[in-house]
């Protein structure tokens, strides 16, 4: 089983980030998908989850509105874009599927 996230970056204020998510080595379209986050001196916390077939998403509150999840499953690809960044959205972002598998991370800085 492979993760490899991409897409991180350094932004501004405000600014815009897609992170994808590339996996290999399982069935895809039968787990859900989750990205989660990690601050520095932070713990790791669940931000948006998908279920196998895009049906059903959860975000949590401080995301809300600003990011969207999404997933390919022909593709093997979940995607997360993220609007009007605060710098509080700083942090190392992970994918990880229900089969019990992370990705590397993906670093996210906002900041001016």
């Known amino acids: 089983v492979q993760l490899v996230e991409s897409g991180g970056g350094l932004v501004q204020p405000g600014g815009s980030l897609r992170l994808s998510c590339a996996a290999s080595?399982?069935?895809?379209?039968?787990?859900?998908m989750r990205w989660y986050r990690q601050a520095p001196e932070k713990e790791r916390e669940l931000v948006a989850t998908?279920?196998?077939?895009?049906?059903?998403?959860i975000y949590i509150g401080s995301v809300q509105g600003r990011f969207t999840i999404s997933r390919d499953n022909a593709k093997r690809m979940v995607s997360l874009q993220m609007n009007s960044l605060k710098p509080e959205d700083t942090a190392v972002y992970y994918c990880?599927?229900?089969?019990?598998?992370w990705g590397q991370g993906t670093q996210v800085t906002v900041s001016s």
């Open positions: 080595g399982f069935t895809f379209s039968s787990y859900e």
């Open positions: 990880y599927t229900t089969m019990g598998y």
């Open positions: 998908i279920t196998s077939t895009g049906r059903s998403i």
